[in-house]
């Protein structure tokens, strides 16, 4: 049996009843007048004052602190008499700030308060605050950066169908026996100076809410991302044979051109594979590599597709080695202190850091496939960490 502790059940009672009073001493101005006359020309008393049932809630205190009060006396609203210190920032300065917004995310693609003070001429005095105010009016908000997509009902619906699809009707040594490689393409935005560009925050950036919607693609390599040009890779890796497959793509990637490809590159792919007799590769749903011309080159050259759902690079593990090359392509240029690239210059290196991306850690992403799929299970169809 609990013992009842009354010393804390009336320091409880005595904090609510204090609480409840503060609340209710908030007297309006009317009532603090009617309470000086009432008190000043009628000769009424606090006592008087507090019988009426209207006045019952307000303490002794407060009565008395009212009704004493001159019945000449005004309320100064002190916002009039005090409107603050002058602004900082002028109306041409706030529209500098903005225009100098628009030239750092075209040429850099993200920034920084401090850095956009200095590109806007903007003083030292001014603090960041008032430059982040100046971003909020406009629209801004400094938000995580968009890397995936938003799962609908019926993408989780698909991603969990096919996980359990996965575990029910296949071997456990798919991702690693059956498959011959793993395909996908990328894009890599090339900037004329890395080093400045890899110093750049990441994981937050200031944007509008709508930024990114009126760019939405239907096909890789449709417009040239943010503040730079793209090189576009069509990448494939497989089993215990690490990257077999770097190849550069220019323009927008539709049908024809992804079956030109599949005829060129695939026989030779299989041949390089881990598994050249299956002819079962991985792919995302992309249109262009679902398109009836695609789908003709691959019956010609004895294909067989593995599809997995859209919206779904936690089920390619080729996601994984883009991610990790691009954060080794600004590893490389802090380190090595590129300050100015050409454009064939960048792809030369992402090509080669692409090549030589070690074979034993591709090895180790496929093997976590299993694993993966049972956590998208475990989450009904929502995202891994992966």
């Given at each position: 049996m609990v013992k009842r502790n009354d010393n804390s059940l009336g320091a409880l009672h005595t904090n609510i009843v204090m609480a409840s009073k503060k609340v209710a001493n908030r007297v309006p101005l009317e009532?603090?007048?009617?309470?000086?006359?009432?008190?000043?020309?009628?000769?009424?008393?606090?006592?008087?004052?507090?019988?009426?049932?209207?006045?019952?809630?307000?303490?002794?205190?407060?009565?008395?602190?009212h009704m004493k009060k001159s019945i000449g006396d005004t309320v100064i609203d002190?916002?009039?008499s005090n409107k603050g210190r002058p602004a900082k920032l002028t109306s041409r300065d706030k529209r500098n700030i903005l225009r100098q917004v628009e030239i750092l995310r075209r040429d850099y693609g993200y920034f920084t308060v401090r850095r956009l003070k200095v590109f806007a001429g903007v003083s030292a005095e001014v603090s960041d605050e008032t430059i982040r105010r100046v971003l909020r009016a406009a629209g801004f908000k400094y938000?995580?950066?968009?890397?995936?997509?938003?799962?609908?009902?019926?993408?989780?619906?698909?991603?969990?169908?096919?996980?359990?699809?996965?575990?029910?009707?296949?071997?456990?040594?798919?991702w690693t026996e059956g498959l011959a490689f793993y395909l996908d393409g990328?894009?890599?935005?090339?900037?004329?100076?890395?080093?400045?560009?890899?110093?750049?925050?990441?994981?937050?950036?200031?944007?509008?809410?709508?930024?990114?919607?009126?760019?939405?693609?239907?096909?890789?390599?449709?417009?040239?991302?943010?503040?730079?040009?793209?090189?576009?890779?069509?990448?494939?890796?497989?089993?215990?044979?690490?990257?077999?497959?770097?190849?550069?793509?220019?323009?927008?990637?539709?049908?024809?051109?992804f079956a030109e490809f599949v005829r060129e590159q695939f026989p030779a792919l299989f041949e390089r594979s881990s598994n050249a007799r299956g002819k079962l590769f991985l792919q995302d749903g992309d249109p262009s590599q679902n398109s009836r011309k695609a789908q003709e080159a691959m019956r010609q050259v004895g294909a067989r597709k593995f599809s997995?759902?859209?919206?779904?690079?936690?089920l390619n593990p080729v996601e994984n080695v883009f991610h990790n090359v691009k954060s080794q392509l600004q590893d490389d240029a802090l380190n090595k202190k590129i300050t100015h690239e050409t454009y064939s210059q960048f792809c030369e290196?992402?090509?080669?850091?692409?090549?030589?991306?070690?074979?034993?850690?591709?090895?180790?992403?496929?093997?976590?496939?299993?694993?993966r799929v049972e956590m998208i299970i475990e989450r009904k169809g929502q995202r891994i960490k992966y």
């Open positions: 009532v603090s007048i009617h309470w000086r006359y009432l008190h000043q020309d009628g000769r009424k008393t606090w006592k008087d004052i507090s019988h009426m049932k209207k006045y019952s809630k307000y303490s002794k205190a407060t009565i008395c602190r002190k916002r009039v938000t995580h950066s968009r890397k995936k997509g938003v799962l609908s009902r019926k993408d989780l619906q698909l991603r969990y169908k096919f996980a359990k699809k996965v575990r029910r009707l296949l071997s456990p040594t798919v990328v894009g890599f935005t090339h900037k004329y100076n890395p080093h400045d560009q890899a110093l750049a925050p990441r994981t937050m950036a200031w944007r509008k809410p709508a930024d990114g919607l009126s760019f939405q693609q239907t096909a890789k390599g449709s417009h040239e991302g943010s503040g730079g040009r793209v090189a576009n890779f069509f990448v494939a890796i497989a089993y215990q044979k690490g990257v077999i497959l770097a190849e550069q793509y220019e323009g927008q990637l539709n049908g024809k051109r997995i759902p859209a919206r779904s690079p936690d290196r992402v090509k080669k850091t692409l090549l030589s991306y070690p074979a034993d850690i591709i090895d180790r992403t496929i093997q976590s496939m299993n694993r």
